[in-house]
Nanobody, 123 residues
Framework: QVQVVESGGGLVEPGGSLRLSCTVS????????MAWYRQAPGEQRDMVAS?????????ADFVKGRFTISGDNTHNTNSLYLQMNSLKPGDTAVYYC???????????????WGQGTQVTVSS
């Protein structure tokens, strides 16, 4: 059973920083691409940053130069981080962790999402 859990959201003033964390408990399965998405009220869910299993990173234009994605893995978990600097009110949203996982039992690639963590940027 794959589980995805985020943490690290909260309230921060404009110009401040936050670091989001995500733990993917994957068991003996394999994680491929991972990413952070965000969704503001009434808006669609947008990709913020992604990282492949090979370490290739991509960023949405609206966070380039401010956010940094990183990850690591242990025997049966993968971790994903998002360092967010120079935060703006427009960054306010629920942030979701995404993992693409090869499930050996099902012999299939599946998408997994965390429950989301709220980030609010306000003075």
């Amino acid at each position: 059973q794959v589980q995805v859990v985020e943490s690290g959201g909260g309230l921060v003033e404009p110009g401040g920083s936050l670091r989001l964390s995500c733990t993917v408990s994957r068991g003996s399965n394999s994680v491929y691409d991972m990413a952070w998405y965000r969704q503001a009220p009434g808006e669609q869910r947008d990709m913020v940053a992604s990282i492949t299993s090979g370490g290739t990173q991509k960023y949405a234009d609206f966070v380039k130069g401010r956010f940094t994605i990183s990850g690591d893995n242990t025997h049966n978990t993968n971790s994903l981080y998002l360092q967010m600097n120079s935060l703006k009110p427009g960054d306010t949203a629920v942030y979701y962790c995404y993992a693409q996982v090869w499930d050996y039992t099902l012999a299939a690639m599946n998408d997994y999402w965390g429950q989301g963590t709220q980030v609010t940027v306000s003075s």
